[in-house]
């Protein structure tokens, strides 16, 4: 969160793959204004609803229970300011998420956790955690950089 942490002020953000909402709620907690929330499993659910309960955060946050590969493909352009994607390591799901981003980009920066070893092109951006690592990509072209 720290590589964004500057840009969440006011923004609207996306928390593909939710989970228990960890991202989304710590963009709030920095300053976002509102959430949403993909995500499809039924455990993951009731974590994330609870999750934003205990918060007090219902009126900052949505969640909608679908697969998160259709629900990006409906997105018009521009439709977030920063959309953060968190899938099962491994997953083809991370590449279609990402073509579709690309095709449209439905958020101004996407931000995307994937294992080290996993073949992502270069972004704006590029951070390791030991064997995760954090690629950011902005909706305008920008220059690659490691950090």
Known sequence: MELVGAELKGTKVLDLFAGTGALG????????????FVEFRPASLHALRANIGALRLTKKCRVYKKDAVPFVEALKADAYDIAFVDPPYGSAVLDRVFDSWKQTPFAKLLVVEHA?????????????????????YRAARSEKREA
């Open 116 to 136: 080290k070893d996993y073949p992502m092109p270069g972004g704006a951006l590029r951070k390791h955690f030991g064997e995760t690592t954090v690629t950011i």
């Open 25 to 36: 709620l710590e963009a709030i907690s920095r300053g976002a204004a509102i959430a949403d």
